[in-house]
């Protein structure tokens, strides 16, 4: 006789919502459950709710940093403020590729001397 058939109940959506949140992957949320990852992709095909407790703590993960890093760069944190611009207005405050200067390589010259008593 086979293993039992998973199924999210609303404690495990609860579970699942704030792993996802703190930022654990689908395979390290099936790892905590006790599951594959398959079983996890499934069953939120199968369960609506699953699939939505994941993406709303994904969200809410999201929204707890972001706000973070945008406090932080309020405050006048550096890093912050130079990460926010460059991710936000990639436009002005992005790394902008510079076509590196091509390296022109040396010239050697060289003098020869035909003979050195004519020139006396």
């Known amino acids: 006789m086979g293993r039992p058939k998973w199924i999210p109940t609303e404690e495990i959506c609860a579970s699942a919502s704030e792993m996802a949140s703190r930022g654990l992957t ?3 949320i099936a790892d905590c459950l006790g599951v594959s990852r398959e079983t996890i ?3 939120q095909k199968e369960y609506p709710e699953f699939y939505e ?3 709303r703590g994904r969200s809410k993960g999201m929204d707890t940093i972001t706000n973070a890093l945008f406090e932080k760069a309020k405050a006048g944190d550096n890093t912050s403020m130079i990460f926010y611009l460059k991710t936000r207005d990639r436009e002005n ?3 902008q590729y510079i076509e590196p200067v091509k390296e022109i390589p040396p010239i ?3 003098v020869h ?3 050195a008593e004519n020139e006396n």
Do not use: A
Request: glycine share 6%; net charge neutral; no cysteine.
């Open 26 to 28: 689908v395979e390290q």
């Open 53 to 55: 407790s994941i993406k």
């Open 93 to 95: 405050w992005g790394e």
């Open 113 to 115: 001397r035909e003979n």
């Open 108 to 110: 050697n010259i060289t």
């Open 41 to 43: 992709y499934q069953r």
